[in-house]
């Protein structure tokens, strides 16, 4: 099981990135201690230069430069905050980069956690998947997290830092007032909570509109042939238009409450910022402190307004990404295929091996009992079939048979070793599934015949040769390049069983399993083709389900099924000396 992402993983792959995190940490701490005295020095000029209480700064400049002229104060001045402004800029930028890096590297960390986790998801769990609503959570809520996760690294350290470098020049300043800057803190965080838990739930409404959707759009859109053959193409985009709307209606209300919250922070500010300035006035009145340093505490005040809203704003994201974790913590909460050590590989160094299935009883996880204590053998080399009424049960003993499924009783044996012993992948490395219905790539005939491995022309000749489909695609302008569209839509059913057909030839597998493979084809052409296969299926075990007789004929064993529970058995001869199968098979 994949543990939950939790904001202490978050916390770890912040921490995993310390070298980063240090940097951008170091620049950024840099940046702040360059910009805290700026508020004080021209405030300062205001004391010693205009209001004649020479003081240490005039001094300095003067004892330096040996001028006591008043321009020169103000130039020098001048020309310190201007460079302690470029070089903060500069250490900003730079604290910005590195704290950009991580927060790509934790995107990029997650994304590729809940990819790890799909691609071993368990079938049942996949089969209600919405892969428009999975990629909407890939994207929107991981950039939520990541995008908290970079808002911790740039503000955290720096602003506190920020609040604290100002709060203890303020300390020095007056220390009344800025005592109570300090009791005021706590407070503003707690109400930034209280914003941030409204808009977080708004965040998350606006997420589940957009996963909406996505999920309908992409639905649509695969199977947008047979909407628009069941002439439904206003109603699905119907849908679809309220559900765009949804969005605009959920953007509307986070955008609104979010700037909301912003703009309440702004206002509890400022409205605390003019009450001390208030204050500000009234100490100098009522006690010694200069106008200069008022001015100077006063820009200071303001210059606090920054750490405290980058606090308030995290404290307000961090409430927004608690959903976030939330939606993507269900993906990550899918369950798995069983992950079975690979022991023994009873596939090695042999051309094929036999096929054994003892006392399957089975049933989908919601579902009643759909097998029924199964016992069937294939030795190797052997050639049987599956035969029975639609509904039987062939293609779920056809889907065991590759663990698409776990069975929970019986056991299924490849060359006497029990799967569990062998590992899936082994597995479906050399059993090969032929379904009934192929699914394709919206590619080149190339890469569906391929699946992107390396595989030589004449290879790939060779299997369409065999496959009977060779003279069609050499007469194609574009050859192996072609692109047959979206799930082969540009192909006919019998060319595209045909492309399936040589594309499980191509991957060589030691067993094979046809699920009603060629049904789509007519009675010659499917008579001939298992003839032009037969090269490649002799010697290799092979499982036909199939209901024309000339296929079954081929078989050297039948299993009738019916009802999830083997009926009778025997050679076709036998069979049909029992009255089990009938020509009329054949009307299909
Ligand atoms: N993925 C599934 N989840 C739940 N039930 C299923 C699933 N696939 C098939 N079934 C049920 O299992 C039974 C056998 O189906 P199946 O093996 O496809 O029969 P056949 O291939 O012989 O036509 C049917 O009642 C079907 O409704
Ligand atoms: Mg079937």
Redesign the pocket.
């Known amino acids: 099981m994949t543990k939950n992402y939790t904001f202490s993983t978050l916390y770890t792959q912040i921490k995993a990135q310390k070298h980063d995190f240090w940097r951008s940490s170091l620049y950024g701490v840099l940046a702040t201690l360059l910009l805290l005295p700026i508020p004080m020095l021209i405030p300062l000029l205001i004391d010693e230069v205009l209001l004649g209480h020479p003081g240490k700064m005039t001094e300095m400049i003067s004892g330096v430069l040996g001028s006591s002229q008043v321009w020169v104060y103000i130039t020098v001045i001048l020309a310190m905050v201007l460079v302690l402004r470029l070089l903060a800029f500069y250490f900003n930028n730079t604290k910005t980069f590195y704290a950009t890096k991580i927060t790509e590297k934790i995107s990029y960390l997650l994304r590729h956690r809940i990819l790890h986790h799909l691609e071993r998801v368990e ?2 769990e996949y ?1 209600t998947l919405k892969s428009g609503g999975i990629a909407s959570k890939t994207v929107q809520d991981v950039e939520s997290v990541s995008g908290f996760a970079g808002q911790v690294v740039t503000t955290l350290l720096s602003a506190s830092l920020m609040l604290v470098g100002i709060a203890a020049v303020m300390l020095w300043m007056n220390w009344v007032l800025a005592l109570l800057v300090f009791v005021l803190n706590p407070f503003f965080l707690a109400f930034s909570k209280v914003l941030g838990r409204k808009t977080g739930e708004l965040l998350r409404r606006q997420h589940e509109a957009y996963e909406l959707y996505h999920e309908l759009l992409a639905e649509t859109l695969d199977l947008f042939v047979q909407v628009r053959a069941s002439n439904q193409e206003h109603s699905f985009f119907g849908i679809l238009q309220n559900l765009a709307k949804a969005i605009e209606t959920a953007s509307l209300e986070y955008g609104h409450k979010a700037a909301v919250a912003h703009s309440s922070s702004t206002l509890l500010t400022n409205v605390v910022v003019d009450i001390f300035r208030a204050m500000g006035i009234a100490a100098v009145a009522y006690s010694d402190l200069t106008i200069g340093m008022m001015i100077a505490f006063l820009f200071y005040l303001s210059t606090l307004l920054q750490p405290i809203q980058q606090l308030m704003g995290l404290v307000i994201a961090y409430q927004g990404t608690k959903p976030a974790l939330e939606r993507i913590n269900t993906l990550l909460a899918l369950s798995m295929e069983p992950h079975y050590p690979h022991k023994t590989n009873p596939f090695e160094d042999i051309k094929s091996t036999s096929i054994e299935l003892k006392h399957i009883s089975f ?6 009992q ?2 029924h204590d199964i016992s069937l053998q294939a030795r190797k080399g052997q050639k049987i079939a ?1 035969i ?12 065991i048979l590759v663990g698409f ?1 776990p069975v929970h009783t019986g056991e299924i044996l490849y060359g006497g070793v029990p799967i569990e012993q062998i590992g899936l992948p082994i597995v479906r490395e050399n059993v090969a599934l032929m379904l ?1 219905q192929s699914l394709f790539f919206n590619d080149t005939i190339r890469m569906n015949l391929t699946l992107s491995k390396e595989k030589s022309d004449a290879a790939i000749y060779e299997a369409l040769r065999a496959a009977q489909l060779e003279a069609f695609v050499r007469n194609l302008q574009e050859g192996l390049e072609s692109r047959i569209g979206k799930n082969g839509i540009r192909l006919s059913g019998g060319q595209r069983q045909r492309l399936a057909i040589a594309r499980l030839i191509l991957s060589d597998p030691k067993i094979v399993i046809f ?2 493979a060629t049904s789509a084809l007519d009675n010659a052409t499917e008579f001939h083709l298992y003839e032009t296969l037969a090269p490649f299926l002799e010697g290799r075990t092979t499982v036909i ?1 199939a209901h024309r007789t000339t296929t079954i004929k081929q078989a050297d064993y039948i299993y009738l ?1 019916e009802e ?1 529970r083997i009926k009778a058995e025997g050679t076709y001869e036998e069979l049909q000396k029992q009255g089990l199968i009938q020509e009329d098979f054949d009307v299909q």
Do not use: F, H, R
């Open positions: 079938l049942s089969e049933n989908y996880s919601k579902g009643s759909v097998l599956l029975g009424a639609s509904g039987s049960g062939k293609t779920t003993i056809a889907q499924y009934q699920d009603e389900i099924i999830g």
